[in-house]
T-cell receptor, first 113, second 110 residues
Framework: ETGVTQSPTHLIKTRGQQVTLRCSSQSGHNTVSWYQQALGQGPQFIFQYYREEENGRGNFPPRFSGLQFPNYSSELNVNALELDDSALYLCASRATSGHYGYTFGSGTRLTVV | AQRVTQPEKLLSVFKGAPVELKCNYS??????LFWYVQYSRQRLQLLLR??SRESIKGFTADLNKGETSFHLKKPFAQEEDSAMYYC????????????FGKGTSLLVTP
C-alpha cells in the first residue's frame, strides 16, 4: 500500500530561505499529520489538519505552517530556515473511522546549508 | 505529560534467539499504542496496534497497564527482522496524532 506520496524527495535550501513540501494522501483520508525526523531520532509531531483546519500542534515555532486542501493534498511551509531544520519530513494520513492507524509517506529530505 | 520511552538504542541478537524491544509510556487514561517498523530504505509502516491484539510477522505486544509498558516480542528472530522499531502513543493532546519514542535499531546476525 503506497497511499501517501511526498514531493520532492530531496531538497537543499540556504539558511533564511522558505520552503514548501507537498503531500498527497489517499482518498478518504481527511486527517493529515506532519512530522520532523532528525538523524537518529524518532519522528516529532509538527501539526495535524482535519478537514482543512489545524486541530493539533506540537512544539514547533509559528514559522512552521501548513495547509490542507479538499483533494486530500497538503503542504508544510517553513519560513526563515535554520540549519537545525535539516531533517526528514514525513507526512502521514488516516481516515477518521477505524483504528487510528496512520499511513506514512516516504518523506522529504531537507538539507539547510 | 504523554510520553513514550524506548530505553534501548540498539539491540543485537543472533538468528533464532528471542527478541524483546522495550517500550514504556506515560499517559493518564486508556492509552492507544502502536509499533511501527522502518526497514532499510523503506517508509515507516504499521506493525502492530494494541487494540487488535494481532500477531504480525511473528511479533506480538501486550499492553501492561500496571507497568505502563508495551514491549514487542518475537520468540525466534530472523535476519529480515533487522530494522528500526518505533513505539508510538496516540496523543489526545494533539488531535490524536502519534507521539513516537526515539526508536530501537534491531540487528539480527546469522
Amino acid at each position: 500500500e503506497t497511499g501517501v506520496t511526498q514531493s520532492p524527495t530531496h531538497l537543499i535550501k540556504t539558511r533564511g530561505q522558505q520552503v514548501t513540501l507537498r503531500c498527497s494522501s489517499q482518498s478518504g483520508h481527511n486527517t493529515v499529520s506532519w512530522y520532523q525526523q532528525a538523524l537518529g531520532q524518532g519522528p516529532q509531531f509538527i501539526f495535524q489538519y482535519y478537514r482543512e483546519e489545524e486541530n493539533g500542534r506540537g512544539n514547533f515555532p509559528p514559522r512552521f505552517s501548513g495547509l490542507q486542501f479538499p483533494n486530500y493534498s497538503s503542504e508544510l511551509n517553513v519560513n526563515a530556515l535554520e540549519l537545525d531544520d535539516s531533517a526528514l519530513y514525513l507526512c502521514a494520513s488516516r481516515a477518521t473511522s477505524g483504528h487510528y492507524g496512520y499511513t506514512f509517506g516516504s518523506g522529504t529530505r531537507l538539507t539547510v546549508v | 505529560a504523554q510520553r513514550v520511552t524506548q530505553p534501548e538504542k540498539l539491540l543485537s541478537v543472533f538468528k533464532g534467539a528471542p527478541v524483546e524491544l522495550k517500550c514504556n509510556y506515560s499517559y493518564s487514561g486508556s492509552p492507544e499504542l502502536f509499533w511501527y517498523v522502518q526497514y532499510s530504505r523503506q517508509r515507516l509502516q504499521l506493525l502492530l496496534r494494541h487494540i487488535s491484539r494481532e500477531s504480525i510477522k511473528g511479533f506480538t505486544a501486550d499492553l501492561n497497564k500496571g507497568e505502563t509498558s508495551f514491549h514487542l516480542k518475537k520468540p525466534f528472530a530472523q535476519e529480515e527482522d533487522s530494522a528500526m522499531y518505533y513505539c508510538a502513543l496516540l496523543s489526545t493532546n494533539s488531535g490524536y496524532a502519534l507521539n513516537f519514542g526515539k526508536g530501537t535499531s534491531l540487528l539480527v546476525t546469522p
